[in-house]
Antibody, heavy 119, light 110 residues
Framework: QLQLQESGPGLVKPSETLSLTCIVS??????????WGWIRQPPGKGLEWIGS???????FYNPSLKSRVTISADTSKNQFSLRLSSVTAEDTAIYYC???????????WGQGTMVTVSS | QSALTQPASVSGSPGQSITISCTGT?????????VSWYQQHPGKAPQLMIY???NRPSGVSNRFSGSKSGNTASLTISGLQAEDEADYYC??????????FGGGTKLTVL
């Protein structure tokens, strides 16, 4: 059974870079059938798609975040990562990693990890 | 990209049916049969309920159904149960090879 688990600091200072990793078990991120991505949810608000990466390393980003986001994958460790630079308080959110199908639809989600941006 | 438009809240009594709408543009909802719906209970990760407009993943109750007309997609829940009380989000693939979510709808079971 495929499982995803986010890991990373729960507190990041303004202007610094947020870094999270999603560890995948029960399946390979090298599969050509799926994308692997990130979605976030500010406290009390809705979902926002951040971006995805496919098996070949091609990336797809939300235009509103594209200048600050990098998603990468490490197939040897079966994990993928998110880096979001120059963070502000508006980046405070629960960050979810997810497997997505060919239409970028997240079908299996991690439990989410809360990241707070504060000095 | 602009978020898809959903009503902020809907409500219904047990046993009734409710419908949640999700309105986009010809560049997302209207242009592709890649509309999905998610259910999110408080403190939990979202769960995929409908994909490709009207398909249910394995294990999802057939009380949940989806449809689309033009730039508006809809989620219908029939035989409403207390456990259906949750937030619901739609999403759509877009012409820019991105994914866009709706703002979310809070379903209250009276």
């Amino acid at each position: 059974q495929l499982q995803l688990q986010e890991s990373g600091p729960g507190l990041v200072k303004p202007s610094e870079t947020l870094s999270l990793t999603c560890i995948v078990s029960g399946g390979s991120i090298s599969s050509s059938s799926y994308y692997w991505g990130w979605i976030r949810q500010p406290p009390g608000k809705g979902l926002e798609w951040i971006g995805s990466i496919d098996y070949s390393g091609s990336t797809f980003y939300n235009p509103s975040l594209k200048s600050r986001v990098t998603i990468s994958a490490d197939t040897s460790k079966n994990q993928f990562s998110l880096r979001l630079s120059s963070v502000t308080a508006e980046d405070t959110a629960i960050y979810y990693c997810a497997r997505s199908n060919g239409a970028l639809v997240p079908d299996i989600w991690g439990q989410g990890t809360m990241v707070t941006v504060s000095s | 990209q602009s978020a898809l438009t959903q009503p902020a809240s809907v409500s219904g009594s047990p046993g009734q049916s409710i419908t949640i709408s999700c309105t986009g543009t010809s560049s997302d909802v209207g242009g592709y049969n890649y509309v999905s719906w998610y259910q999110q209970h408080p403190g939990k990760a979202p769960q995929l309920m409908i994909y490709e407009v009207s398909n249910r993943p394995s294990g999802v109750s057939n009380r949940f159904s989806g449809s689309k007309s033009g730039n508006t997609a809809s989620l219908t829940i029939s035989g409403l149960q207390a456990e259906d009380e949750a937030d619901y989000y739609c999403s759509s693939y877009t012409s820019s090879t991105t994914l866009v979510f709706g703002g979310g709808t809070k379903l209250t079971v009276l």
